[in-house]
């Protein structure tokens, strides 16, 4: 057999060896394969214990006492679902040139406008035009942002959640409009 043949069979079979199964190590020189138990995770059961120890019953659940929760992961339980109606929609014109700039804000549920203002904002100019909580929402509601500057009209959706940050709308260096959001 030449040196490559050789080489290829032996890449083969090491690249198979753990398809092939084992046998016991145990010096039986038994022909069956044995498998490996692959452990697995399990999610954390809260076990409840309703055996008092008044009753003469063991201590410990009894079969079907012991309950799985629903998320796996409980280290997050209703943060994500707070409301927090305090998100700033901010203007920034970072272009040399000044620029007319509307923005609109409605109210997805109802489709009301809550703001609607049309302003010219000078080279290097940064300022909050609106804020949601002037909106009133009830819980958390979905708002979304319109921009119109230099005959493009963009928009960003934002919630009155905690996760959500504040909308920006911004002129780039470039002159194009890019409105954005920020998100936990």
Known sequence: MSSNRLLIALCALLLTAGCLGGVPADGTGSDTATQTQTPTAEPRSPIT????????????????????????????????????????????????????????????????????????????????????SAANPDGIESFRVTATARNTTESVTIETHECYGDAYVEITESGELFPYYAIC
Not at 56 to 65: F, R
Not at 97 to 116: F, G, L
């Open 49 to 132: 214990d309703t055996s008092s120890p008044t009753d003469g019953s063991p201590p410990g659940p009894t079969p079907g006492e012991q309950t799985r929760p629903e998320s796996t992961f409980e280290g997050t339980a209703g943060w994500s679902e707070q409301p927090d109606p305090d998100k700033a929609v901010h203007v920034e014109n970072r272009w040399n040139q000044s620029v007319e700039i509307r923005v609109q804000v409605v109210r997805e549920a109802t489709n009301e406008t809550v703001y609607d203002e049309t302003e010219t904002f000078v080279p290097g100019a940064d300022r909050e035009v609106y804020n949601l």
